[in-house]
């Protein structure tokens, strides 16, 4: 019975090791997409089993000869297909050059070579060291805690450059990992084990089954259907976090749908957001996501969706049924990964939107109108081909509401702007169509507030909306957006607020356009019945290109010039001196200065989060090596920690200094004596060990130094 455990505990080494292969061997190889991968990962895990097999029975010839004969073959490969080497090579460079999305499989067509052996000399490279690490971790006792954190590195690396992870590696490498760690670094000098690994095996399996089940949001298990970089971005990027980061205050969208709105002046992000390719230029919106309903200064998604229906392509379909309109193929790429597809007005095709507000993210090309959408006359007379009788209703009853707080001064605004136009409400309300209601509000809030960046920090207990149109009265377009769309519901017109970027026609160049972030942007759609949802600009630009411009002046600028003002009440104006203006030029560089640290950590914002993580790791790497001895030496009786402080110190291998004899005695009195090695002796040991490494650290060059104490940890 004890030879049959002695051997399933060596099964259980082999088996721990072929998941490693799978999991970090055969991981990078699916994630690069090698072709003949199942092949290489069948040849690597016999390649490793007979590593780990002539390493525990100390055949180093047989090892080091299979070693050689592997890396011979290797070689003989690529001399022998040393043209189509060449050629793979040179398609590789390419891909690398010019930031194309790797794949060996493709490089193998691309170069019309179909050779198992060639693919195999490639996975080679990969695979022989790591298998050669994998193993060594099995049979040497040194920088076990450094090869676990390469692994870790190793198997995240796909990741980086946004290359996918399959479910089985991953689940092959986390198994190997926790068996590594418990059994061959926490428990390594513990001998009966064997049941202990039965349990914490069989519970690991049931936990990795039961959670590919039950635990799907969770971005460790959804490698199957997208990247781990793309869960774990959504994860973090989620609307909640957006008031704990203060990402709503920056020019740019989330990942995720999220209705935060800005509480204090907005930053620019001038990076990259998005590529989109098109035979023909053209202007227009590039619809990301709508939410219906507004409350406690933030927009949030309808209550409950329209099943099985495309809103967003009614007007297309009405326009291809009344008018001989060219279309347009369109394709959007995003710089992040998203969780809905941008799409501009109005495309043919039905899709499949999700709660009546987005796409989800395709990345497929869309065919559109060829069309000026903010032409009004084209919408005469059209009629949506589907009948909307039902939808119609689900409109009123999601796209209506206004806060009880807001209705009473939002109607009282209307009543006063309007009575100075010469119109009276109820005659507004009743007689004029919703495209007439919305020039009627933009006028509104044309002369009731200005266009800025520069809007300040939002007041505690303040609604957003109300605080923009009474006592602020600067805002951006999510000022003006959320406040049209209150507005126009006031008088019966159904919205939804709409958030995307601009494009311009002269942002194309060869067919390709890249949008930057300072191009973000919120607008509003209206819906006219038996039609669809029309977008419609409420900021004071004449039109989406001069919004587009303004936008693009905020670069340049960072405050766009503007001829409209805010109409005031004379009694507001309060009288100024040259103090106030001192002190309003102080205020104003402040803001600047802060604007400007903010903006520089917007711009350079991977650089550093990059080298956050990488402190926060060697910090916590520095924690665990000093303390590392301590905690081994816990739950260990006294000849243990004797024959560990004695261990320890012959890990200088680079000391001048001496073990002293009395460590030494110790040492083979705990080893050797049956004498019980008490609490006194264990002290001395301690006070021994602590000596020495003080004079061996003094002893050391200062490369040597820097190696024991910051990377080993011994200091």
Request: charged share 20%; proline share 3%.
């Amino acid at each position: 019975m004890r030879l049959l455990k002695e051997k399933l505990n060596i099964g259980f080494d082999f088996l721990a090791l072929i998941l490693g292969i799978i999991g970090l061997v055969g991981g990078l190889f699916h994630a690069l997409y090698f072709p003949y991968r199942v092949i290489g990962i069948l040849l690597f895990c016999i390649y490793g089993c007979g590593l780990l097999y002539f390493s525990q029975n100390n055949n180093i010839h047989y090892r080091r000869l299979m070693s050689i004969v592997c890396i011979s073959g290797v070689v003989f490969i690529f001399i022998l297909f040393s043209n189509e080497s060449q050629n793979i090579l040179r398609l590789l460079k390419d891909v690398i050059r010019y930031d194309y999305f790797l794949k060996f499989d493709e490089l193998f067509k691309q170069g019309k070579i179909d050779n198992v052996l060639l693919s195999l000399a490639f996975m080679s490279i990969i695979g022989i060291p790591l298998t050669h690490l994998i193993v060594s971790f099995f049979c040497q006792i040194r920088g076990k805690i450094l090869k676990m954190i390469f692994f870790i590195i190793s198997f995240v690396f796909p990741i980086l450059i946004h290359h996918q992870l399959a479910i089985y590696t991953s689940y092959c490498f986390l198994v190997f990992l926790i068996y590594i760690f418990i059994f061959h670094y926490c428990l390594k000098y513990q001998k009966q084990v064997f049941s202990l690994k039965c349990l914490v095996l069989s519970l690991v399996t049931i936990f990795l089954v039961g959670s590919h089940y039950f635990l799907e949001p969770n971005p460790i298990f959804k490698q199957g259907t997208s990247t781990v970089l793309t869960n774990i971005t959504n994860w973090f990027d989620h609307p909640y976090l957006d008031d704990v980061f203060g990402n709503h205050n920056i020019t740019g969208m989330s990942s995720s749908i999220s209705g935060s709105l800005p509480n204090n002046d907005i930053t620019l992000d001038k990076s990259i957001a998005l590529t989109v390719e098109s035979k023909a230029s053209f202007t227009g919106y590039l619809r990301g996501y709508s939410l219906a309903h507004y409350q406690n200064n933030k927009w949030r998604a309808v209550n409950e969706n329209y099943d099985d229906f495309d809103s967003g392509s009614l007007v297309g379909k009405a326009l291809d049924e009344y008018h001989v309109i060219s279309s347009l193929e369109v394709s959007i790429e995003t710089m992040k990964p998203t969780r809905y597809q941008f799409v501009p007005y109005f495309s043919y095709k039905t899709l499949d939107m999700k709660d009546d507000s987005y796409y989800p993210s395709d990345n497929q090309k869309i065919s559109i109108a060829n069309i000026d959408i903010e032409n009004w006359d084209i919408y005469d007379g059209l009629n949506s081909p589907i009948v909307l009788q039902k939808y119609n209703e689900y409109v009123k009853d999601e796209y209506l509401d206004v806060p009880d707080n807001l209705k009473d001064e939002l109607t009282h605004l209307i009543e006063e702007k309007t009575s100075t136009m010469g119109l009276n409400i109820n005659e507004l309300q009743n007689y004029y169509t919703p495209i007439q209601k919305a020039n009627i509000i933009k006028k509104i809030l044309d002369k009731q507030a200005v266009y800025s960046l520069k809007t300040g920090k939002l007041p505690n207990n303040k609604d957003f909306i109300e605080y923009f149109l009474f006592e602020n009265k600067k805002g951006s377009c999510t000022h003006f957006a959320s406040s049209g769309a209150m507005l126009l519901r006031c008088l019966d017109v159904p919205t939804r607020y709409v958030s995307g970027y601009i494009i311009k026609s002269s942002d194309f160049e060869n067919g390709k356009a890249e949008v930057s972030n300072t191009r973000s942007h919120a607008w509003i759609e209206i819906y006219v019945e038996d039609l669809g949802w029309i977008p419609v600009e409420m900021t004071p630009a004449s039109s989406i290109r001069s919004q587009g411009t303004i936008l693009d002046n905020l670069v340049e600028n960072n405050q766009p010039a503007t001829d409209n003002q805010p109409t005031q009440d004379p009694q507001t104006n309060q009288p100024t001196n040259q103090d106030q203006n001192t002190d309003i030029q102080d205020s104003q560089q402040v803001v600047e200065k802060e604007n400007s640290l903010i903006e520089f950590f917007n711009e350079n914002s991977q650089i550093i989060y990059t080298i956050g993580i990488v402190v926060i790791l060697l910090a916590g790497y520095r924690l665990i090596t000093t303390h590392l001895l301590k905690l081994r030496l816990k739950r260990r009786h006294n000849n243990e920690k004797i024959i560990l402080y004695y261990k320890q110190m012959k890990k200088f291998k680079h000391s001048y200094v001496k073990v002293y004899d009395d460590a030494l005695s110790l040492a083979n009195k705990a080893k050797f004596s049956q004498h019980q090695i008490d609490d006194l002796e264990v002290e001395k040991m301690a006070e021994l060990y602590q000596r020495y490494v003080k004079e061996t650290y003094q002893s050391l060059p200062f490369y040597l130094k820097f190696l024991y104490k910051y990377i080993y940890g011994y200091i």
